[in-house]
């Protein structure tokens, strides 16, 4: 019996790995700056940090952590395999730093009124991950 590749399909999923080190140390700490000098490719600081100055009125600020994490992100998901598109799903809890830095990087562009940026970003969350779409509000 012959097998056959669905070329249909697309690309498969991408699946960072786990930073064991750096996720619980970001569980622990109560200072996401502490834990992104520490582990400075660790997505999920940058968005911690995001998250925080956004909600502290700070756009500008936000827009910059989320751009680190978004570009550290994209650095792993290459070394992972991503060929610059494909589902990059949720539920794989190391993949949420990056979908959260790109959130956290639409949001802050709106915000500085980069409604071109914010769009894409949007768009690129979407294509990447419904599941993260409606588990961050977007």
């Known amino acids: 019996m012959e097998s056959h590749e669905n070329l249909l ?5 991408t699946h960072l790995p786990d930073t064991p080190e750096a996720r619980e140390a970001l569980e622990q700490s109560d200072k996401a700056s502490d ?24 756009a500008v600020t936000s827009y ?37 830095c790109l959130f956290a ?3 802050a562009a709106q915000a500085i009124g980069e409604k071109d940026e914010a769009e894409r970003c949007m768009q690129f969350l979407r294509d990447s991950s419904p599941e993260a779409v409606a588990e961050l509000g977007g």
């Open 35 to 58: 834990v992104a000098a520490r582990f400075p490719s660790y997505s999920a600081a940058w968005a911690a940090l995001a998250d925080e100055y956004f909600a502290g009125g700070h």
């Open 64 to 100: 910059a952590f989320a751009r680190t994490g978004y570009h550290r992100g994209l650095d792993q998901l290459r070394r992972a395999g991503w060929k610059g598109h494909g589902p990059i799903p949720w539920d794989h809890e190391p993949n949420r730093g990056f979908l959260r």
């Open 9 to 13: 399909a697309g690309p498969p999923p």
């Open 105 to 107: 990087l639409a949001r």
